[in-house]
Every structure is written in structure tokens, then in C-alpha cells.
């Protein structure tokens, strides 16, 4: 039996974005404006990273019954180690090369202020290290004189006044999970490994299982001015289908609401909300929408973080669903369009033992209970070292478990993987 899972994610997240975050949790010291020079009255940055890690995923400990390896539906722990097999089609340990949460990338901006506002352009174009085919569509597995992949994943301008806010217009990422995902110390790692047999240019991190991915929206926002530490963001997005459902004939939502402080303990607190109207397939209309409550606060070399999510539509994986339904349908739930119903949980805490060096455990959580019965957990354990203020070398061990109940396959059972990773993260 072989088994190809086209599941190629284009989960990326954007250095220009992560660094200045990743760095303030990670107690990471980066510089997200590496070269910049001026042109006229620009002035053009460009940075980016590179990093590549070596990943040791454990899938022959005999707990993978529920996976669709084995005929049975799928699961997140499962599509770890998908493809993942022997001679004789029984799991097996699995050895690969790969980027880890993060591609590689190169980001480009301009800003300048003329008639008074601050106007900027952003393009931030994306790497990976493992050979993908000619296309990133491509569903085979790496093999020889292939190619890896580029892509631009944020083009966006912005302009504003310092005490009247700031528009953000073009394709970048939403506001509903943004900070879970920037804020988990496997933004720099690999944390949840995924398709170990044929690596995409990202792994899972925590997506899947404490929050899910933000995705890139094409989007119009306004942002207000910083009043003494709060600030709210209000927009809408371009709508798009779900799987099991198909966008309305209007924009979605979203908005976010932020509070910052500083003193003995810094740390900051937000929430957001996402909501989209969709028609499913099967003809009812239904929305994509979601909610989030994040806050972090250092205590001098301890940090603590903590977030929870509410989302209906949508997977533990993406907003509107990715490889499972955000909606039912025929095969699944019978003609409903029932939405998913999706909550979870992620908490961290990080310990900076001396300046270069942190350690970190990260756990998350979430469950599904509509319409793909399943229920997601996993802990990270990592430690992260600054060989220089631009190159970290880190190294990771993650242990997944899923566990589905779904009475039309008759399975009620648990699949459980860990990976072990260690590379290094370079930016520039």
C-alpha cells in the first residue's frame, strides 16, 4: 500500500511581522531592518531569514490505529507520519531535512512621508529548502533535479498620521490567532511535525492543535493611534470558500482590540473577532466566525502565556477548514451544512537560564465536536541558544496525540507520534 496525501501547506508566516514579535517572547535579539538604505526620500530595508532543521519523527510505537494509513479517518497525529511506512506498510521512524514553522524569506519595504503621512510598501517573498516538482502543487514526493518553491505572500501598502492611525490595504495576515502564532516559541522550530515522509516548507508548530492559522486575507484596516498602550484594529477581507461551503457575494470581517504595559511585569493582552457569511454546499446559509483571548507577562527571566479560542466553520487547522470539513456534508454529516464547532487552549511557559540561553514547554489543545469528532493535544519541550544575536540554534521534542470518534467508520481509537528536531535559524 502506498499512500500519497496531497496535503502541500502553504502555512508561511511573514519575517517582516515575526521577527519583532518572536523576538520579544524568545528574548531572541534580531533586526528585522538588517540593510537598509536611502533612495531619494525612501528608505528601502530588506531582511529576512534562513533556516533549515534535521527532524526525527516516531511513528512505529504501534498507537496509530485511527490513522488513514490504515483505512480509517484521519487525524492531525496521523498526517505526522502519512507516508511514513515500511517494506511491509507498517509505520516506521522517519528521517528528513526540512524548514521548520517558518520558510525561508526575503522581505522588501519602502517608506517615506509625503504631505505629512507615513506611506510604506511591503513584499515578502517566500522559500522552502525541499524540492516541491516544477509547481508547488505538485503531490510527489521530493526526488531528484526538482525545485523548491517561491512565493509572494504579503504585498501590502500602508499610509497614516501618527495621531490619526493607519490603513492597511493588500494581502497580509488576518488578526484571529495572529498573536497566538507569533507569540509560540516554536515560531523559530518545528514543534508539531507533519507529512514526515514528504515535507512540505512548513511544519504545524501549534496549529492543529492550540490555535489555528491566521491565513493571508487580501484586506482593508484601519488601525488606531496608541493610546497609552491600547489600540484597536477594524477591517474587512476578501471572503472565501470553506471546505464544505462557498463564499457569499459580501467581504468578510474582523477586528481586534489590544492592551500593552510595561513596568516590573510587561506584557500585553488582546482579543479578536472573525466573522464571514458562506453558502454551503448543500444550499443553507451559514457563517465562518470566530473568537480569542491572548495575554503574555514576563517576570523577569520567567514567561508566561497563555490563549484560548471559539470558532464555528472553520477546522482547529484553518479558518473555513483544511483537509477536514468546516462544514458537513453529504458524506459526512448527511445534506445539513452543519458548522464545525471548534475550541482550544494553548499555555507556555519560557525561562531564560542565562542571556543566550531559554528553554521553553508549550502545551496545546483543542477539540472538535460537530462534525469531525476529534480531540488534538501536544507538548513541547525546547531549548534555544543565540550564537550570535543573528544565528539561534535550537532543538525541540514534541509529542502529538489525536484521538476520533466517528461512529460512521466505527473507530474510536488514538493516534500518537513525537518528533524530535534540532537545526539552527538565521536572520538577517
Same mark, same amino acid.
Given at each position: ?14 519575517? +517582516? ?36 532543521? $534535521?527532524?526525527? !519523527? ?16 484521519? &487525524? ?42 507615513? %506611506?510604506? +510598501? ?35 501598502? =500602508? ?21 497566538? %502564532? ?19 516548507? !512548513?511544519?504545524?508548530?501549534?496549529? *492543529? ?23 484597536? !484594529?477594524?477591517? %474587512? ?34 482579543? =479578536? ?6 453558502? =454551503?454546499?448543500?444550499? !443553507? ?20 502565556? *497563555? $490563549? ?27 445534506? =445539513? ?12 511557559? &519560557? ?7 531559554? %528553554? ?63 537545526? +539552527?535559524?538565521?536572520?538577517?
Amino acid at each position: 500500500m502506498k499512500k500519497t496525501v496531497s496535503l502541500k501547506f502553504s502555512l508561511c508566516l511573514g519575517l +517582516a511581522i515575526c521577527v519583532m514579535f518572536s523576538a520579544a517572547v524568545l528574548g531572541i535579539s534580531t533586526d528585522a531592518d538588517a540593510a537598509s538604505w536611502d533612495a531619494g526620500d525612501w528608505k528601502v530595508s530588506m531582511g529576512g531569514n534562513v533556516n533549515a532543521f $534535521y527532524v526525527y !519523527t516516531m511513528c512505529d510505537n504501534g498507537d496509530m490505529a485511527a490513522s488513514i494509513a490504515n483505512g480509517g479517518p484521519a &487525524t492531525w497525529t496521523g498526517y505526522a507520519c502519512a507516508g511514513a511506512t515500511d517494506k511491509d506498510d507498517n509505520f516506521d521512524d522517519y528521517h528528513s531535512v526540512q524548514n521548520g514553522l517558518l520558510p525561508a524569506s526575503l522581505n522588501f519595504s519602502a517608506a517615506t512621508n509625503q504631505d505629512g503621512w507615513d %506611506i510604506s +510598501a511591503n513584499v515578502n517573498v517566500y522559500y522552502g529548502i525541499v524540492s516541491r516538482g516544477t509547481n508547488r502543487d505538485d503531490t510527489g514526493t521530493s526526488d531528484a533535479l526538482q525545485f523548491s518553491t517561491v512565493d509572494a505572500r504579503q504585498v501590502y501598502l =500602508t499610509f497614516g498620521k501618527k495621531d490619526l492611525g493607519t490603513v492597511k490595504m493588500g494581502r497580509d495576515f488576518g488578526l484571529f490567532a495572529f498573536d497566538a %502564532i507569533i507569540n509560540d516559541m516554536s515560531l523559530l522550530g518545528v514543534g508539531g511535525g507533519h507529512l514526515s515522509a514528504d515535507p512540505a516548507h !512548513t511544519t504545524l508548530g501549534g496549529l *492543529g492543535f492550540g490555535y489555528v492559522y491566521t491565513d493571508r486575507l487580501a484586506q482593508i484596516d484601519y488601525t488606531t493611534p496608541n493610546w497609552g498602550g491600547f489600540q484597536a !484594529t477594524v477591517g %474587512i477581507f476578501e471572503g472565501f470558500d470553506g471546505n464544505g461551503a462557498r463564499n457569499a457575494d459580501t467581504p468578510g470581517y474582523h477586528a481586534k482590540v489590544s492592551f500593552s504595559w510595561t513596568g516590573p511585569a510587561p506584557g500585553m493582552a488582546s482579543a =479578536t473577532y472573525l466573522n464571514q457569511d458562506v453558502i =454551503t454546499t448543500v444550499g !443553507t446559509d451559514e457563517e465562518i466566525k470566530g473568537w480569542d483571548f491572548f495575554a503574555k507577562v514576563n517576570i523577569g527571566p520567567v514567561g508566561l502565556l *497563555g $490563549y484560548y479560542y471559539d470558532a464555528e466553520g472553520m477546522t482547529s487547522l484553518a479558518i473555513g477548514g483544511y483537509a477536514f470539513p468546516g462544514f458537513g456534508t453529504d458524506a459526512v454529516t448527511g445534506a =445539513t451544512g452543519t458548522p464545525e464547532e471548534v475550541d482550544g487552549y494553548m499555555a507556555q511557559v &519560557t525561562w531564560t537560564i542565562i542571556p543566550p540561553l531559554r %528553554i521553553g514547554l508549550n502545551y496545546s489543545a483543542n477539540e472538535s465536536d460537530k462534525v469531525t469528532l476529534m480531540e488534538n493535544e501536544k507538548w513541547t519541550f525546547g531549548v534555544y541558544y543565540n550564537l550570535t544575536p543573528a544565528l539561534t540554534l535550537l532543538a525541540e521534542y514534541s509529542d502529538m496525540e489525536s484521538q476520533r470518534n466517528e461512529a460512521s467508520f466505527g473507530v474510536n481509537d488514538t493516534d500518537e507520534a513525537q518528533n524530535f528536531n534540532i537545526g +539552527a535559524i538565521l536572520f538577517f
